[in-house]
């Protein structure tokens, strides 16, 4: 019931953002981002997880953990969040009981050495660039592993190293 209702909720603001901002296409590549799509290219939405600014590609929530959802966009977007909402802001709230990892948290409780912390992060095969917005819902993480190398990363590829791979549930 709660992925039908999450379900819903993306469908409304994905057609209330078509609307608004008369917008030619909204697509989901992948259920765990949502993106806006005009003319000319992609732009991220601002997701702030319990106060916590984040994008979609920094981030992985069990849908079963969230309380409720809120929808901010255009001018009161910018008001509240500045120029990183520009394209809308999703308001997730949790359920108490959700522990939320952000990068530090994150390090410490999965045991990173300090030279591991300076590892590429890569969430469900996509490079984190910008790990101050890593932010990760405990019980959607299903493995963290340290790989040789990462030869599958989207949208850039890197050099053949190690990092850090952290596979979570995608919003469904």
Same mark, same amino acid.
């Given at each position: 019931m709660k992925t039908l209702l999450f379900l819903l909720?993306?469908?409304?603001?994905?057609?209330?953002?078509?609307?608004?901002? !008369?917008? %030619? @296409?909204?697509?989901? !590549?992948?259920?765990?981002?949502?993106?806006? %799509?005009?003319? @000319?290219?992609?732009?991220?939405?601002?997701?702030?997880? !319990?106060?916590?600014?984040? &994008?979609?590609?920094?981030?992985?929530? !069990?849908?079963?953990?969230?309380?409720s959802i809120n929808v901010f966009k255009g001018e009161r977007a910018t008001e509240l969040y500045g120029y990183r909402a520009k394209n809308g802001v999703l308001i997730f709230t949790t359920k108490p009981e959700?522990?939320?990892?952000?990068?530090?948290? &994150?390090?410490?409780?999965?045991?990173?050495?300090?030279?591991?912390? &300076?590892?590429?992060?890569?969430?469900? @095969?996509?490079?984190?660039?910008?790990?101050?917005y890593l932010l990760l819902d405990k019980s959607a993480i299903i493995s963290v592993k340290i790989l040789d190398e990462q030869p599958f990363v989207e949208p850039v590829l890197l050099p053949k190293v190690k990092a850090i791979y952290i596979e979570a549930m995608e919003m469904k």
């Open positions: 909720t993306l469908s409304f603001v994905q057609m209330s953002f078509a609307q608004e901002n !008369n917008l %030619r @296409k909204i697509i989901s !590549n992948n259920s765990q981002n949502v993106k806006i %799509r005009d003319n @000319k290219n992609f732009q991220n939405v601002l997701y702030v997880i !319990n106060g916590m600014p984040t &994008f979609s590609d920094c981030s992985a929530i !069990n849908v079963q953990n969230i309380e959700t522990q939320l990892l952000n990068v530090q948290i &994150f390090y410490t409780e999965y045991n990173f050495s300090k030279a591991d912390q &300076f590892l590429p992060i890569v969430l469900n @095969k996509h490079f984190v660039d910008e790990k101050d």
